[in-house]
């Protein structure tokens, strides 16, 4: 097959896996926009239980009370049809790599997208709410709590990616170490740094107050610790599996 037909073919697998991508999440988002306001109300849960007796939500521009939910809609359709994305992706690009990058690759994917959602799911029943709960207390005397519902979504997804991308942590440190860029030995060495630096993100990436930079910088170290954790007992399994091979291979050779 010369460049150009193979380039060609290569386009067209990536066209249809497109399009396969596309079609999931449109089946998706169906019958989430059916429900888009019952979604919505359930995304807000967190802040509703804890305004003050009169308080409410508002919609400030004339089309945000349709907008907003639809953006819901999408955004449960977007995590409903990921499997199918990951699968027409890993598809794609699986061909390429060798049988080693196939099996770290998969695992990889399949723990880096439930971290995430576990992020996202701590976020939304442990974070918020005592987030939201801190905020309405300290509310000045008279000021009435009325957050723009086109504004929460977008604080809410901002907590839900800083969150998300927080618990993949040990999937970055298993990486890092099993490409051999650093080793488990420089990662417990800088450990203090990591430390302060998880505080530092935390606050540049939550709002202003001690809870949620506390709620996200913790995990954001276990996780580290966990991913080192992980990292030491796969090289330690790696280096079994390695020694009984070239046993394997020993016994095979003098036979």
Known sequence: MTIEGSLLSHLVELRTRLIRIISGL????????FYARELYTMLAQPLLEKLPQGGQMIATD??????????????????IALPHTLYQTWAFIAPGLYTHEKRLALPLVFAGSLLFFSGMLFAYFAALPLVFEFITYFAPEGVAVMTDINKYLSFVLSMFM?????????????????????????????????????????????????????????????????????????LKKDKQENDKTRSDHSENDNT
Not at 163 to 192: A, N, S
């Open 62 to 79: 004339v089309a945000t009370p349709f907008f907003v939910p639809m953006k819901v809609a999408m955004m449960l359709a977007f995590v």
């Open 162 to 234: 800083a969150f998300g991308i927080t618990f993949e942590v040990p999937v970055v440190v298993m990486v890092l170490v099993k490409t051999g860029f650093i080793t488990i030995e420089k990662l417990r060495e800088i450990r203090p740094y990591v430390i302060v630096g998880s505080f530092v993100i935390a606050a540049i990436v939550t709002p202003p107050d001690v809870i949620s930079q506390f709620m996200l910088a913790v995990p954001l170290c276990l996780l580290y610790e966990a991913g080192i954790i992980i990292a030491a007992l796969t």
């Open 26 to 33: 449109l089946i998706g988002f169906i019958p989430c926009a």
